[in-house]
Structures are given as C-alpha cells and as structure tokens.
C-alpha cells in the first residue's frame, strides 16, 4: 500500500505567484517612491491616491494568484481521479454518504 500525495502545480506556476505577490507588497511598502505631495489629482496628494491605486491592483493580483495555484491543483484532481482505480473495493463499507447511518436510527 503505497500513500501518493498530490502533486503541486508546477514550479513556473510558483514562481509567477511569488513575482505577483511581491510586486504587490513592494508596491505598498516603498515608501520612496510615494512620500511626496505633487502631483495632485483631484486636490488629493500623489500619497493619498497611490496608495487608493494600490487597493484594486493588489486584490487582482492576489486573485490572480489564487485562480493559479488552484487550477493547478484541480488539474492534479482530475489526474488523479482518472488515473487507474486504487484498489479500494466498492463495498459502501464506511460510506459516509446522506443515506448512511452510520447503524444509528
């Protein structure tokens, strides 16, 4: 009896989601970059609306990170569930399904 366990998404995979992460994290905490007045838009200093700017921009990369490594991992599912049957017999025994008791009334 042999334990697989899934199989991670690809290391590019990886790699393109700490990129991702990173840049919108660095974004945020170069302060450099950001700690000044001008331009103005809207009577807003540059900080105000950069920073504004920064909130989409994260949440998109993050879900884009997020749909990455979960595609990854559902296409690790489907392998799995179509590769050859695990040896398990088809008894019900241990069932734990909605017409299962479990031998309770």
């Given at each position: 009896?042999?334990?697989?366990?899934?199989?991670?998404?690809?290391?590019?995979?990886?790699?393109?989601?700490?990129?991702?992460?990173?840049?919108?994290?660095?974004g945020?905490?170069?302060?450099?970059?950001?700690?000044?007045?001008?331009?103005?838009?809207?009577?807003?200093?540059?900080?105000?609306?950069?920073?504004?700017?920064w909130?989409?921009?994260?949440?998109?990369?993050?879900?884009?990170?997020y749909?990455?490594?979960?595609?990854?991992?559902?296409?690790?599912?489907?392998?799995?569930?179509?590769?050859?049957?695990?040896?398990?017999?088809?008894?019900?025994?241990?069932?734990?399904?909605?017409?299962?008791?479990?031998?309770?009334?």
């Open positions: 009896m042999t334990h697989h366990s899934p199989r991670r998404p690809r290391t590019a995979v990886w790699v393109t989601v700490t990129i991702l992460l990173v840049v919108a994290v660095a945020t905490l170069a302060v450099p970059i950001y700690a000044r007045a001008t331009p103005a838009l809207a009577n807003f200093p540059f900080f105000y609306w950069y920073q504004l700017l909130v989409p921009v994260v949440g998109i990369l993050c879900g884009i990170s749909f990455l490594v979960t595609s990854g991992e559902s296409a690790a599912r489907r392998r799995e569930a179509a590769g050859p049957a695990s040896g398990a017999d088809d008894t019900g025994v241990g069932d734990t399904g909605l017409g299962n008791t479990g031998g309770a009334l």
